[in-house]
């Protein structure tokens, strides 16, 4: 336990993040089991990641500070906000109130690390240029944004008091989170022109790049639906256009991204092994089926609903994939560990 509190990755809780998305996506199929024990998985998973973390930043400070001043994994700590708000999403027909305290948790964190970051990561930095370290994790800053809009929405039509302050955070996380889209897509784009690149550095963290799009997408349509308020009026029609040519773009980013995986581990034979930024792929694979589903109640097409319920089982097969993968690493690791330790 000891060991793994100190090596503990900032991206841990995309764990958190796959299993929820996955869980929201069978409850909207009416999978009502498999949803909550997937739910109950992940609820247990944050909690003890929390612990970890907290014990991590008490234990081991320069670690935490030497990783935050690492461009390359800096951006994994966004996964906190994400699973956090993914959960909260889950739990929102559940019992809102509780929800409602995890998004004040996400919110509130969030704030933090959405200008501290970026500031230990790349502005605050000596060594330049910091852009040749740029790489598919810091599309998890907008997922982290677009989450908290998520959440709120989610939130919102079971509350009676302050719905128009929850539909302005709502709405001002969607908008924030949709610049910080453009402004990730630019920097990765100048990291592979600019710089050498070889299939090694395309791993599974590039998914988010379609992750990202996709909870853009869910945000959007779960907005559409809120209650009228003056801000939702004022914004209801450009987002839910928004929402439906983000789907077309995460659609399309779906082929690209397989290729790179064939050209990176057939073509160039880069091995297949289990490790933890996995996640970063089936969580991608159950925010598309969502994010479908979610625009397709929203606008009113069937065939894209009919997509997304359809990609599901995909996500799920993902899921079930790299939580095999997970465990005979981990038991692999132990028996391992133990034979060193007798062997000594």
Known sequence: MREAITALHPGSFAFVMATGIVSVGMAQQGFVTASRILLGIGVVAWVLLLVALVLRCL??????????????????????????????????????PVSAGLLAFAATVGLFLGYGVPWAAALGRAERPVLQHVNGTWFIWVVASQSVATAAASIEPHVTAGRDEIAALAVSAWSVGVVLYAACAVFVALRILLYPFSPQDLNPPYWVSMGAMAITVVAGAKIVEMDSTPIVEATGGLIG???????????????????????????HRVPLRY??????????????????????????????????????????LAWVLATVAMVHAWLGGRVARGHSTVGG
């Open 241 to 267: 256009g928004l929402a439906v040519l983000g789907w077309a773009w995460a659609t399309w980013l779906i082929p690209v991204l397989f290729a790179v995986g064939v050209w990176r581990h057939v073509v």
């Open 59 to 96: 234990l081991h400070r320069d670690r935490v500070v030497a990783d935050l001043h690492d461009p390359v994994v800096a951006f994994g700590f966004f996964t906190l906000i994400a699973g956090t708000d993914v959960l909260a999403v889950r739990l929102a027909e559940v019992s809102w």
């Open 275 to 316: 490790e933890a930024t996995w996640w970063s792929i089936v969580f991608p694979l159950g925010m598309y089926a969502v994010a479908g589903m979610y625009l397709g109640r929203a606008d009113s097409l069937p065939i894209v609903e009919r997509i997304g319920a359809a990609w599901l089982w995909v996500a799920l």
